[in-house]
């Protein structure tokens, strides 16, 4: 090789020093053999080869972001609002991500705050009392209840992908707190036609130095004023948090980095559903036509006379929409009569419509018999595979709504609270903001979610005797999964034991199932029967 060829300085110093002249050629020859580095292997997903020469996505500008951005959330808009599939998806996800509306359950951290457990236990049912009184005043239009609120938040984040709430405050006689909630379209968030240009600004929020929502502008058009290009004037700036309260809760499921607005989770198979519909519509319209049976009679020359009519009358030619259901429509001499009939839908409908839809179903996190609603081919094992993988996308969304929003409203109504003496605080306990560590230990606590549903409810009810039994479940967490909370379910049975003796009545206690001697494969077979 050229590169490991001795040149005139090696020949010099070999002369001088073979020993170092030896040396200086094995070092050339290592740096000759590292002098290039391995490439790696060829992939395919970068080339421009066959079927992906075509196939070269762009990366929207800052400028051109917000008109795609738009442009997605008003079809998501449309599909959860003509699509019955795409509703189901929806509908599916916000039912058993919000359902009846999450409930805090207070646990103060007793020890931290220097009380006793009932103290800390009378504290906790006074705080969750308040919090029922708020959730019946949380909207500023005094027209849904909180729980309402959370649902239509939930429902807004998988449609347009993320929700907005302002924090505003009544000052009304006839209230009991004065934090309302005041919920907006995710539209109105948007950058105004005059700083389209600021570079801090990107579809309508506000952002810091490191990226973070520092407010929002929020659009106030005229009536019979659309969204788009409208300037400043027409704006409202809303600081994201004022002090240690939030002024603008706007949530979304970030599911990338540098991200600031929401994507819906129609997204990735909006055309599908869209390519659905319309399939589904065209082979309606054929069933339609073909459901009609109209027949075309030919007439004999000699029944029109000279002029072309019936009765010495001129005949009228009219081409217009003449076919309707079970009508006999008369043709011209010469014209052979016929059934208008069609093979639709082909014999694959069904097949092709499935695997589309599951597809499709997919997209969203969820199983096909979800969305279609449709359990004819389901048993025993397959719902409980998919229920059990359904649900924990179930519980990431809950915990992702936990997190950032519940978690933010909690202080302040417990805050609110506090200074309204409605909480049972115990004389010489620490204040609710003294330090970082005292509030945490006041606001400790967990909320409880829709409950799952079961399957099989006597063999769940042997699984949950068996977990209390070895000691690796509790009474409360069973109860949380359920959607209620063991305290208040203590609470009522003690209320019906004292109306029993009272009213002189006996309860047996239900005695414990037989055990049944067959194994867990054949018991799946019988369900799967």
């Given amino acids: 090789m050229d590169s490991v060829r001795p040149n005139f300085l090696d020949r010099l110093v070999s002369y001088v020093s073979p020993v170092a002249g030896a040396r200086r050629m094995h070092a050339r020859y290592c740096m000759a053999a590292a002098n290039g580095l391995v490439a790696g292997a060829r992939r395919m997903s970068g080339g421009h080869d066959g079927t992906l020469a075509n196939w070269d996505p762009r990366r929207d500008q800052r400028l051109s972001e917000s008109l795609s951005f738009d442009k997605a959330m008003v079809r998501a808009e449309s599909l959860a609002s003509n699509d019955g599939h795409a509703a189901s998806c929806v509908d599916a996800l916000a039912l058993n991500v919000a359902g009846p509306g999450l409930r805090p359950q207070s646990y103060p951290d007793a020890a931290t705050l220097g009380i006793t457990e009932e103290q800390a236990a009378d504290f906790a049912e006074s705080a969750e ?216 839908p082909g014999p694959t409908f069904d097949a092709f419509y499935e695997r589309v839809l599951r597809a499709a179903a997919a997209s969203t996190g969820q199983p096909y018999e979800m969305v279609a609603k449709d359990f004819s081919k389901t048993n025993y094992s397959s719902a409980r595979a998919a229920l059990l993988e359904v649900w924990k996308l179930h519980t990431l969304y809950q915990d992702w709504f936990i997190r950032g929003y519940l978690n933010c409203l909690w202080p302040m109504v417990l805050e609110e609270a506090w200074l309204r003496g409605l909480l049972t605080v115990p004389a010489g306990a620490p204040g609710l903001w003294d330090s970082p560590l005292i509030t945490r230990a006041w606001l400790s606590g967990v909320w409880t979610r829709p409950p799952r549903g079961q399957i099989d409810p006597v063999k769940e009810r042997e699984a949950e005797a068996l977990g209390l039994a070895s000691m690796t479940d509790t009474r409360t967490a069973i109860c949380h999964g359920r959607g209620t909370d063991f305290e208040t379910l203590a609470k009522t049975r003690q209320r019906e034991e004292l109306l029993l003796q009272r009213l002189n009545l006996k309860t047996e206690t239900p005695a414990a199932p037989p055990a049944v001697g067959k194994d867990d494969a054949s018991q799946e077979n019988e369900h799967d029967q």
């Fill in 129 to 344: 009392r308040a919090w029922g009184l708020w959730c019946k005043e949380a909207d500023a239009a005094e027209t849904l209840h909180f729980d309402d609120l959370q649902y239509q938040a939930v429902r807004s984040m998988f449609v347009t992908g993320e929700f907005l709430h302002l924090t505003l405050w009544r000052e009304d006689p006839e209230r009991t707190f004065g934090l309302c909630l005041q919920a907006l379209h995710p539209a109105r968030l948007r950058t105004p036609g005059d700083m389209q240009s600021r570079t801090d600004i990107r579809n309508g929020v506000h952002l810091g130095e490191y990226g973070q929502p520092k407010g929002y502008l929020i659009a106030n058009p005229p009536e019979n004023m659309g969204l788009s290009g409208l300037t400043s004037a027409y704006f409202q700036y809303v600081p994201r948090k004022t002090g240690h309260r939030w002024n603008c809760l706007h949530r979304f499921h970030s599911s990338m980095p540098e991200e600031v607005r929401g994507t819906s989770i129609l997204s990735p198979a909006m055309k599908q559903f869209r390519d659905l519909a319309d399939y589904v519509d065209y082979e309606l319209v054929g069933a339609l036509i073909a459901a009609s049976f109209t027949v075309f009679v030919e007439t004999p020359v000699d029944m029109l006379n000279s002029n072309g009519g019936f009765g010495g009358e001129a005949a009228t030619m009219d081409y217009g929409p003449q076919i309707q259901p079970g009508t006999m429509t008369v043709g011209q001499a010469g014209h052979k009569p016929h059934i208008i009939s069609s093979a639709r």
